[in-house]
């Protein structure tokens, strides 16, 4: 897999809450916002998102790294990729 920037990461990552949570409705969310807290996902949301980021990226997300401080923001789902990509153990 080439390297990623985080803003790529995060554009994507963006695109894909728009594209799945959104569904073509205009709202507008900073990469700070909390997902939850703004509504844009809810719990069955965060399984989605971290399915995605399995298959997207080829990383595992275990149970101890589900968090809001790794996946409730695009800023932090996004430092928290680059983190696992950039570990020599993607795959567990």
Do not use: H
């Not at 569904?23 to 069955?44: A, C, N």
């Not at 399984?47 to 401080?69: D, G, H, N, Q, R």
């Amino acid at each position: 897999m080439k390297t990623l920037s985080q803003e790529q990461i995060s554009e994507e990552v963006r695109q894909f809450i728009v594209d799945n949570f959104l569904f073509g409705r205009e709202v507008s969310f900073s990469d700070e916002d909390s997902l939850i807290e703004k509504g844009l996902i809810d719990s069955t949301g965060v399984l989605e998102l971290i399915s995605f980021m399995e298959a997207k990226y080829k990383i595992s997300v275990l149970e101890e790294e589900i968090t809001p401080e790794n996946l409730d923001s695009t800023r932090r789902l996004s430092n928290f990729i680059s983190k696992k990509l950039q570990s020599p153990v993607r795959r567990t």
